[in-house]
């Protein structure tokens, strides 16, 4: 513990001066903060995911710029999945089912086809929003709204509880996954091997690692991530679905891998940093605190990623071999 | 007892080229066996076949007597196979022990066991002598430790047999000295080496069998005690070789290249050369002599205006040309054979036309209000192609399907061409046969004969000692010592190059 | 070109094939495509065949409706060539649909806030309006890749969403028709307006000469090499004494203009005035035109003018046949899927296929 602290000191004192902070406006204003902080996890919810699904690509040095359309696809099928079953359960089973076939067909793409990364994620954007523009049928509804579960003890904390122990089952399955990710990146067999095949492949494959199975293995796992998040963006967030429903958050999740330095902690980070600077405009342009038209509240996330990455992109480094398709030499 | 490994008519073919023909090879538990060949002559891929990088299109491997199948370098690794690849196999952001342990790794609750492997490295380094601290990233080591990295990796997987592929590229005489009494420590506990190679010296001083290839062909076998280097060299290029190269003495003029003190930092950000002052004279050649990673590469670039200079400043004819940009540069007359053909020096997609116009195509006689003149350009290409013997079936075809020798001369050509004050050579005869490398060779001497100033950067010593009028040492990004060529010989050098002094 | 080489071996017709192959393999990915249409046409309950034919008709068959398509196919050219110029550059422009809604309401506003102005040019000014605005949009996305590292695929489309919220406003707010419910501009003058010459419009004769001059510039001028040169090997363009950055800004600047014009020659042309609703997914059409035209200038014209009769014949079939006119996108989606990835060219040519191109070298740079 005591050796975690030491290594991680500056994100843990950040994170505790967050905390800080929030309470200090919770016992000003308690409403309006936990408001704010509600609208901020659900917001970065689904970025979080489709980032860890970007991490995860990148880390193999796979680009997954698809994951908008992967994420399309995949909340299509939810919600008409669980429309015509009538189970949330099996709705978000096939949810994450498309996810996984569409991570699988970019690994396949990018690794066994060699085909341009970047060309195979558009591809898969495109593909996505055709079919579920044409299969889209009007007037479905689902057949239950995804359970609230309350954590015994935890939820009664003032702040936090409600803002992250009252939750659906995607939220808490969302921090699992990000500290689960964080853990197996950098300490196991697995992360160890995944870096390696994203940094330098031909290491890793004279070390007597495949690199071609790992990152399509990675990359469609991954898309099982981004299932996850279509599914939860049409069953939980939304409860319903319409064409081009993602609405860009696939791309987003891309910035803020960036931001996160291609690292899950660090991603969720500036995940729940951008759905605090959209509560909070949104609520002070309700309080009339702020009058900006309505357009240019929408426009803040773009705007932030496009600032962020015009401060960041050369500062941190990304994976080496990422975008390249890995050839033996001959 | 079966020997060790036996490889058995393996052949091996590429798109457009056969890299093996028929190959047959023995190793014994405790030789050193060389595989001796010019480049491309099917070193690598014989042995990429035996490390299970790519399979046999014929013929049959036995390893300790049993057929066996290397469907991958895993399957190899299993069978104790081990190699140490001519670009280092390391990851940059990993530290050793990690590098190390990779594909092998040892766990503890299910995870990697960060550990237990720098432990094991440490034992292991011990050892065998080859000192390395487990726990620094591979980045921050040079180019010497790497390779002791790479030694380590092999034998952390109990390798029986060792397989080094050109492992003196980089290294110092001396080092190369070291590496080669820890081969014969190798042997002499058993375990069998490949030792890949084109240096004559080397594989007299360490082998006890030489197998020679050429053009994919084996053309024999021999013992060091039963050759020498002339011998050697005749099998290995087919005809008897010009080993050393014929000029007169340089009659140096004028100044045309002087840098005083520039400040360059690498591509890590950290300084690549350090301050570092260096005179280039119209008709002469002068040699930089380095181990690779000194900052060679970064003087290339200051001077041809690639890389930012920090401080300090670069006068080509008394004009400054600190931070001049590549246009800049070529317009001042210097010309650029770049250390990296294949990434900086060619299009490949591109006719052999356009290469040989790649950084003249503004220039009017190619160019008319922004128009390009396509005759022209043909008729220069045509002219070029002829005049440097570039073999190829026509000005139309991609410079991507020539050989490395004829795209080097394509760009050799490109550059002299135009008749250059300051020619910045870097690596001219990296990967290139021998006969291209005389042609290459004697179209340097031809361009300091005529009047150009040459700053020949190689990382092959007998190159620089052998072109070069006066050799600068450079260690660390400084220039540490300048010689005239007749006082530089191989132990002085060597020594300088390792940071050490003449005395 | 060993390929090329050993090609000759084979029979003439099939080495002639082969050689053609970013021809061959295009269009039997459209053949292919429709093929695969023609199956979800049919589990939809409707006979392909006169499906397809209705599309034809409508898009073809009467002067009505070769007008209508030669309309929509206009602003594809435009945008194909925006998406194609990048690409040479080794830049890939997904953002072409927000330029190109940026030279749609520039142009407009242009067209109608000028008075006075003789007809020929203040159609000239609403044009280099759209082509102004178009150009300026993409070439902050040239800007922040060259200068600051942001891979040009995040930055436009972020660029796409900040111009639909930007234009939102602007025809929400300032430049609202007065009086109306919808949230559109008020018409621009007769002076600005494109004219049509029976069933073609002027616009797409300009779009085609446009596409002839792009070219031109890229295979001809020394402009062009260099762009090419970027495209196919930074390092040795850098080498070579190219200011890749510079090539980059103007490239991008190039792209977004020709996007802009696509916009631009909309709103002259065909709408005469700037709403929301009007130009949707034309800049996304353009990233399949580029591709299944091989970043070919002259080649997106018969692309585009595929997207263009698809597009114009599709809404039709729900008049007919009451299938959604999104099968077009599913149509287009599964064109381009054959066309970018290699698996066709493998299917067909084997050993002999080309390797697909490789563009992106991640966020790196």
């Known amino acids: 513990m005591s050796k975690f602290l030491t290594r991680h000191q500056k994100p843990v004192l950040w994170t505790l001066l967050v905390v800080f902070i929030a309470y200090g406006f919770y016992f000003w204003d308690s409403v309006r903060t936990t408001s704010i902080l509600n609208f901020t996890l659900s917001y970065a919810l689904p970025l979080i995911l489709a980032a860890m699904v970007g991490i995860i690509g990148e880390r193999s040095g796979v680009v997954n710029i698809g994951i908008e359309g992967q994420m399309l696809f995949s909340a299509f099928v939810a919600f008409f999945a669980a429309a015509a079953t009538g189970s949330l359960i099996m709705g978000a089973f096939l949810g994450m089912a498309a996810g996984l076939l569409a991570g699988a067909f970019l690994g396949i793409a990018a690794v066994r086809w060699e085909m341009d990364q970047i060309i195979a994620g558009v591809v898969i954007n495109i593909v996505a929003a055709g ?41 808490y399955l969302t921090l699992i996954i990000v500290v689960v990710l964080q853990i197996m990146l950098f300490t196991s067999k697995w992360g160890l091997r995944t870096r390696a095949v994203g940094e330098y492949p031909s290491a890793a494959d004279t070390a007597g690692i495949n690199v071609f199975r790992t990152r399509i293995f990675n990359v469609a796992i991954a898309g099982i991530l981004a299932g996850t998040a279509g599914a939860y963006l049409s069953l939980d967030a939304a409860g319903w679905f319409e064409r081009g429903f993602t609405a860009g958050r696939g791309f987003l999740a891309l910035a803020i891998m960036i931001f996160g330095a291609w690292n899950p902690l660090g991603a969720m980070a500036a995940a729940l940093f951008f759905g605090f600077a959209s509560g909070m405009a949104s609520q002070l342009q309700a309080d009339e605190v702020i009058n900006i038209p309505q357009q240019f509240i929408n426009m803040l996330p773009y705007v932030m990623t496009l600032v962020v990455l015009s401060f960041s992109a050369g500062k941190v480094r990304p994976p080496a071999a990422v975008g390249q398709p890995y050839k033996k030499e001959g | 007892m079966a020997p060790l490994l036996e490889v058995k008519n393996v052949s091996k073919s590429f798109p457009g080229v056969l890299a093996n023909d028929n190959i047959s090879l023995t190793v014994n538990a405790g030789e050193v066996v060389a595989l001796l060949g010019e480049n491309g002559a099917g070193k690598s891929t014989l042995v990429k076949m035996i490390y299970g990088l790519y399979p046999p299109d014929s013929g049959e491997i036995f390893i300790n007597g049993n057929k ?43 995870l990697y066991d960060s550990q237990q492997a720098e432990e094991d490295v440490a034992a292991l380094s011990q050892k065998y002598g080859l000192a390395v601290d487990p726990a620094v990233k591979i980045e921050d080591l040079p180019v010497g430790t790497q390779q002791r990295v790479e030694i380590l990796k092999v034998l952390y997987r109990d390798a029986k047999l ?82 050393d190269v014929k000029k007169e003495l340089a009659k140096p003029k004028e100044e045309v290249l002087r840098i005083e003190k520039i400040v360059v930092k690498d591509d890590r950000n950290l300084i690549g050369l350090n301050e570092l002052s260096l005179s280039v004279k119209a008709g002469e050649i002068v040699g930089i002599a380095g181990v690779e990673g000194n900052g060679q590469r970064e003087l290339v670039q200051a001077i041809t205006g690639l890389r930012k200079i920090e401080a300090g400043k670069v006068y080509i004819n008394n004009v400054d040309a600190t931070d001049s940009s590549p246009y800049q540069v070529h317009k001042m007359g210097v010309a650029h054979v770049p250390e990296d053909r294949e990434r900086d020096g060619l299009v490949a997609s591109y006719s052999i036309a356009d290469n040989l116009v790649l950084n003249r195509f503004t220039e009017a006689e190619f160019s008319k209000r922004g128009v390009r003149q396509v005759e022209p350009i043909k008729k220069l290409a045509r002219f070029l192609v002829e005049k440097f013997a570039v073999k190829t079936p026509s000005i139309e075809t991609n410079a991507g399907a020539l050989s490395g020798g004829n795209k080097q001369k394509l760009v050799i050509a490109r550059e002299l061409a135009w008749g250059p004050k300051l020619l910045v050579a870097a690596q001219p005869t990296r990967g290139v046969d021998v006969g291209s490398i005389e042609f290459i060779h004697n179209q340097i001497v031809q361009a300091r004969d005529n009047g150009a100033a040459v700053l020949l950067v190689s990382a092959e010593l007998d190159e620089v000692l052998g072109l070069a009028d006066r050799v600068a040492v450079i260690y660390a990004g400084k220039i540490v010592a300048e010689l005239d060529a007749a006082a530089a010989d191989r132990n002085k050098v060597g020594r300088l190059m390792a940071g050490g002094d003449t005395n | 070109m060993i390929q090329g080489e050993e090609a000759k071996k084979l029979h003439p017709t099939l080495s002639y094939l082969v050689q053609k192959q970013s021809l061959v393999v295009p269009l039997i990915a459209v053949l292919v495509a429709f093929l695969i249409g023609s199956v979800l046409i049919a589990l939809q309950g409707v006979n392909p065949v006169g499906a397809y034919q209705t599309i034809f008709n409508a898009a073809l068959g009467s002067e009505r409706g070769l007008l209508r398509t030669l309309e929509k196919t206009t602003p594809l050219i435009l945008a194909g060539l925006a998406v194609a110029v990048a690409l040479r550059v080794g830049l890939f422009n997904i953002g072409a649909q927000g330029q190109l809604i940026m030279g749609a309401f520039f142009a407009t506003w242009a067209g109608f806030t000028f008075t006075n102005l003789p007809a020929l040019l203040h159609v000239f000014v609403g044009l280099l309006a759209g082509v102004i605005a178009g150009g300026l949009w993409a070439a902050i996305a040239g800007v922040l890749k060259a200068y600051r590292g942001v891979h040009e695929v995040i930055s436009t489309i972020m660029l796409n969403s900040i111009a639909i919220a930007l234009l939102d406003y602007l025809v929400n707010h300032p430049f609202k028709e007065p009086g109306q419910a919808l949230p559109r501009t008020v018409p621009i003058f007769e002076t600005a307006q494109l004219p049509k010459l029976g069933f073609v419009p002027v616009g797409f004769l300009l779009a085609l000469l446009v596409a002839m001059f792009i070219s031109w510039v890229i295979n001809r001028t020394t402009a062009g090499f260099q762009f090419n040169t970027v495209g196919a090997n930074k390092f040795a363009a850098a080498y070579a004494g190219i200011k890749i950055k510079y090539i980059v800004v103007a490239s991008m600047l190039l792209s977004g203009g020709l996007a802009g014009l696509g916009g631009a020659v909309e709103s002259l042309g065909i709408t005469y005035r700037f709403e929301p609703a009007f130009n949707k997914g034309l800049g996304f059409d353009g990233i399949t035109i580029a591709l299944l035209a091989r970043a070919n200038p002259l080649a997106t014209i018969p692309a585009a003018f595929l997207v263009g009769v698809l597009r114009s014949g599709a809404p039709s079939l729900q008049f007919d046949y009451g299938i959604e006119p999104e099968i077009v996108d599913l149509l287009l989606a599964i064109t381009l899927l054959l066309v970018a990835a290699p698996i066709l060219g493998k299917l067909i040519f084997r050993k002999y296929a080309k390797k697909s191109e490789t563009i992106s070298s991640g966020w790196g740079s």
Do not use: C
């Not at chain 1, 609230?148 to 939820?155: A, C, E, G, Y």
């Not at chain 2, 030792?195 to 050429?214: N, Q």
């Open chain 1, 131 to 171: 079919i579920t523009s044409f299969y889209y049928t009007p007037g479905k509804s689902l057949p239950a709204i995804v359970p609230r579960i309350k954590i015994p003890v935890l939820s009664e904390i003032p702040l936090l509880g409600p803002v992250f122990f009252n939750k659906s089952v995607f939220v």
């Open chain 2, 68 to 110: 066996v199948e290397l469907t991958s370098p895993k399957a190899a690794i299993d069978l104790g196979v081990g190699m140490v690849h001519q670009h280092f196999q390391l990851v940059p952001v990993f530290s050793v022990a990690q590098n190390v342990a990779l594909g092998a790794e040892k766990k503890r609750y299910g």
């Open chain 2, 162 to 243: 060792l397989i080094l592929d050109e492992p003196t590229a980089v290294l110092t005489p001396q080092e190369t000295d070291e590496l080669l009494e820890v081969m014969r420590g190798f042997a002499k506990q058993g375990v069998g080496v490949i030792f890949i190679t084109h240096k004559l010296r080397e594989v007299l001083a360490v082998a006890d069998r030489v197998v020679v290839l050429r053009n994919g062909k084996q053309v024999g076998e021999t013992k060091p005690s039963e050759t020498d280097q002339a011998g050697l060299a005749k099998m290995m290029v087919g005809r008897s070789v010009v080993l």
